[in-house]
């Protein structure tokens, strides 16, 4: 193999240099120039005046051995890594502006040229000679087996080449040392986002979900407290609903049912049936889409459910060949008709019903708030009949609190306790009268969270216990535990997870306790045997005629 021509190794040079027309035409003549020196100015008999191949070329033809070859090609390989290297190391990473690497070469190297650019065009031609000399005796060099790392420190140490150019090293970086016989360092190169690094700083882990392992089920996606991200067919009645709901301002299960029922209508008589469809199958997906964003806000009641099925069940019975408007106003007068009979009416029946069960001088204990209950005590106290009404409240809602005002403004004497002194004030009690918000197929009864407790504390102190229920809330599943079907409110309405606080009266702040499993469940489930009678619309029943009265109320 031959060694590399000698524009190779002035083209760097030459690249960096050459800036206009008339110096890329001198320096080609250099290098013409430069070729016919190291040829030997031999010529060819078939040409006479043609250039021959250079005396390295003829050197070829010569009867060279395989042992030979293989020397001569390691050692210009080695010659063509070592030129690299001083290439590298030669030449700086920046290039000052206003002059070739020449110049920029005698300012490194301490030296100034006083000269201007036409006596760098005429030392150049010597420079390129002088590299090409450089590179033969360097071939030799290795061919004779010695290294090229020496060579190349023999230079310096006589001053041919100049000493490499040597990066500043960043603070926590080592420097590189070679491996040859030179013991010259070289920088290590490093990339600009490398150098100085900043180490990473490690986050504080953050705490973990704090869940409850085996509730894990009722917790589901959390609550939505925003319209942020609803869907745009969401009627906006039904986004101020969702968010009524979210933040308890209508927190009871009648309540809710009430109120999804009168937003339906709104969302009937804005509804408009897209062409190419019939209002029964279009009116119950748009009715979907109120529905999910209703579930998302928080999950919906028993009540809530009956009367959404009873809704659609409605809808999809409509003719298709109805007019529009008299289907929406056929649909808008039945869910009038079943808010009436369904929970007004059926409020009123259960009310007067529950007013006989109490007489002069009772003590009525009852738990949290229920409308119906509420009703049922301000009809009895209308009819004359004087009695003291104890309520029994728990966290985080406090919702006994609202009743027992509302109690007190019609003139009842209300006694207000919280479910840690209910054994002290269950004793002076004689009738228990409890809401629900619902009942199972089953007889157990699924109400608020504490109610459970009430029941069986009266149970053990031989005190009946009366459930008031619209037989809306019934349902036809069978529920043996408040484990497998529950509502999971947010843990912070217990007060915690509540950061940068501070506490009354200090500067304290309260942190975020670690290792805490909140659950605030918002239900219980009270087993049929503490129940002694049911109130319905249809009349008093025992707990285990219910799936009765709910597949006569479904069927009607």
């Not at 031959?2 to 002035?10: D, F, G, K, R, T």
């Not at 869940?211 to 407290?225: C, D, E, M």
């Not at 501070?502 to 239900?523: C, W």
């Amino acid at each position: 193999m031959s060694p590399a021509p000698v524009e190779e190794l002035a083209a760097p040079i030459m690249t960096d240099s050459i800036q206009d027309a008339p110096e890329k035409k001198q320096c080609k003549r250099d290098s013409k120039q430069l070729e016919k020196r190291q040829s030997g100015a031999t010529q060819s008999t078939a040409n006479g005046n043609k250039d021959v191949p250079n005396q390295v070329t003829n050197q070829k033809d010569e009867k060279i051995s395989g042992a030979e070859l293989k020397k001569r090609a390691k050692a210009e390989k080695a010659a063509k890594r070592a030129h690299a290297k001083q290439e590298h190391n030669y030449i700086p990473e920046e290039v000052p502006k206003g002059g070739s690497p020449d110049v920029v070469k005698d300012r490194l190297t301490g030296q100034n040229r006083t000269g201007d650019i036409k006596d760098e065009h005429a030392h150049r031609s010597s420079d390129i000679y002088s590299m090409g000399a450089l590179f033969n005796e360097m071939l030799t060099w290795v061919g004779q087996g010695q290294s090229a790392d020496k060579f190349l420190e023999s230079q310096r140490g006589k001053g041919t080449l100049p000493q490499p150019l040597q990066a500043p090293i960043p603070k926590g970086q080592h420097q590189r040392k070679s491996s040859g016989a030179a013991n010259a360092p070289k920088p290590l190169q490093l990339r600009p986002s490398q150098q100085q690094a900043p180490a990473p700083v490690s986050e504080p882990p953050k705490s973990e979900v704090k869940k409850v392992a085996f509730l894990s089920h009722l917790y589901g996606a959390p609550r939505r407290t925003t319209v942020a991200g609803a869907n745009k067919d969401v009627h906006p009645s039904v986004l101020a609903l969702g968010l009524q709901m979210s933040n308890y301002v209508i927190c009871g299960s009648s309540a809710r049912c009430v109120s999804a029922l009168l937003v339906f209508k709104r969302v009937i008589n804005a509804y408009t049936t897209p062409s190419g469809t019939s209002l029964p199958r279009h009116l119950t997906l748009h009715l979907s889409t109120q529905i999910d964003y209703l579930v998302s806000c928080r999950p919906l009641s028993i009540s809530m459910g009956n009367a959404i099925r009873w809704l659609k069940l409605a809808i999809s019975t409509i003719d298709p060949d109805t007019p529009e408007s008299k289907a929406k106003a056929d649909l808008c007068t039945a869910i009038d008709n079943f808010i009436r009979e369904r929970i007004t009416v059926a409020g009123q029946a259960i009310a007067t019903s529950a007013c006989s069960r109490i007489q002069d001088g009772d003590v009525i204990l009852t738990f949290a708030k229920s409308s119906i209950v509420e009703r049922t005590l301000a009809e009895a106290y209308r009819q004359g009949k004087r009695f003291r009404v104890i309520v029994v409240d728990s966290l985080p809602l406090h919702e006994g609190r609202n009743l027992a005002v509302a109690l007190v403004n019609l003139g009842l004497t209300v006694q207000y306790a919280l479910t840690h002194t209910l054994s002290h004030v269950v004793g002076d009690a004689t009738k228990v009268l409890l809401g629900a918000h619902g009942m199972m197929s089953n007889g157990q009864l699924y109400s608020r969270i504490g109610t459970a407790m009430v029941a069986m504390m009266a149970k053990e102190t031989d005190i009946p216990v009366i459930v008031l229920c619209e037989s809306v809330k019934f349902t036809d599943r069978v529920a043996l535990d408040s484990i497998s079907y529950n509502e999971h409110a947010p843990p912070e309405e217990l007060g915690f997870f509540k950061t940068n606080v501070k506490k009354e009266g200090s500067s304290e702040m309260i942190p975020d306790p670690p290792n805490l499993q909140v659950l605030n469940l918002m239900y219980d489930l009270t087993p049929a045997e503490f129940i002694n009678m049911v109130i319905t619309e249809y009349g008093s029943i025992p707990p285990s005629s219910v799936p009765v009265v709910h597949r006569l109320s479904t069927n009607t």
